[in-house]
Every structure is written in structure tokens, then in C-alpha cells.
């Protein structure tokens, strides 16, 4: 397919498939993928892994957790300002919606988020698949999170976020070849319209 300038938000809690949708969106629009835990790793490498989320010091998960979110805005910024089109991996919170929106002001180039979500009893089998295989980076703390999941916590700290273009919701809990194919033919119509 032809190189396409829209910039894709994969949104959603941890384990719901924004990783597998995106780097498949990504691919089909020959547009590059840029994830939060794609700047995180090679923090991790770098300096080392967090022990845990809530410590105190440089090292604590939610301190390079917000440094890998600030490095992600500038990227973000930098492919909106460019005119590029973009697929861009994260959990944002309702706490970046004004920060988001200040980027895409004035985005010149099309704007699809594209919300991910599954069923409770999936995403703690995918949380405890994460932490039983070690598939992640350490540096994730997979199994702190298992031991903290609140599947309805999570469902409502990452709701569809109020920013600027399209939405698109994917639920995930059962999502099989065909519903790649038909969320791809989806957006392609959308972002034509």
C-alpha cells in the first residue's frame, strides 16, 4: 500500500493488543512504529531496571515510566510537525489529554486513535502469560503487575481519550485474522472520508 500521513494512537491498558494491532497497522501503511516501551527498554538497559513502581530515587518504574512518556511527546511532535504519518504505542492517561492536544493543534495530517480493550478474565490470563514466560523486558516488573491487577480499575483509567480526530474501538478478547483484516479495511475507508 502507499505510504500514508495519518498518525495512528494505539490506546488502551496494558495486554489489550495495541502492540500487535499497531505494529500491523504500521506495516500496511509502510509508516513507522513508535511505542512507550520502545523508549523504555533501552532506559532500562541504559541505567538499569526499575526494583519496583513506587520507590523512591531515579530508578522507580513510574519516574521512567514519565521519562519515557516525555521522550515519546517530543517524538510525537516531531513526526506531527513534519507532516508524517506515524503509529504511536502507549498507555495515555486522562492526564495527557491536554499535552496531546497541544501537539495536534493544528495537526496538518489526519488523526485516528484507535481504543483496544478486552475482557477482564483475557487480560489476566495475558498478565499472568507475561509473567510466567518473561516474554517483556525485566524492567516491565510483569510480575508486580500481575500481583496488583484490578481488571476494573484498569477499565476505567484507560478510556477512549478526548483528543482530536477519529475513534475507533477494538475489543480484543476474541480477535482472530478476519478482525485484523476488517479493522485495517475500516480505517482505510475513514481515513479516505
Known amino acids: 500500500m502507499k505510504k500514508n500521513e495519518t498518525v495512528f494512537f494505539m490506546h488502551g491498558g496494558p495486554a489489550t493488543g495495541k502492540t500487535t494491532i499497531g505494529r500491523r497497522l504500521a506495516a500496511a501503511f509502510c509508516i513507522p512504529y513508535i511505542s512507550k516501551d520502545g523508549v523504555k527498554e533501552p532506559i532500562f538497559d541504559s541505567i538499569g531496571c526499575p526494583t519496583a513502581w513506587e520507590a523512591d530515587g531515579p530508578l522507580s518504574g513510574r519516574k521512567m515510566d514519565d521519562a519515557s512518556l516525555e521522550i515519546l511527546f ?8 513534519a507532516g508524517c504519518g506515524c503509529v504511536i504505542d502507549s498507555t495515555f492517561q486522562a492526564r495527557h489529554v491536554s499535552r496531546l492536544n497541544a501537539i495536534l493543534h493544528d495537526c496538518p495530517v489526519p488523526v485516528v486513535q484507535i481504543h483496544c480493550r478486552a475482557d477482564t478474565s483475557v487480560l489476566l490470563a495475558r498478565y499472568r502469560r507475561r509473567a510466567e514466560t518473561g ?52 480505517v482505510k475507508a475513514l481515513i479516505k472520508a
Open 74 to 81: 517530543y517524538l510525537i511532535d516531531a513526526q506531527v510537525q
Open 135 to 186: 516474554e517483556r523486558h525485566p524492567g516491565h516488573l510483569d510480575q508486580n503487575l500481575l500481583e496488583h491487577f484490578d481488571g476494573d480499575a484498569l477499565e476505567q483509567i484507560f478510556q477512549p481519550l478526548d483528543i482530536a480526530g477519529h475513534l475507533v474501538r477494538v475489543d480484543t478478547t476474541e480477535f482472530a485474522e478476519a478482525d485484523h483484516d476488517q479493522l485495517l479495511e475500516s
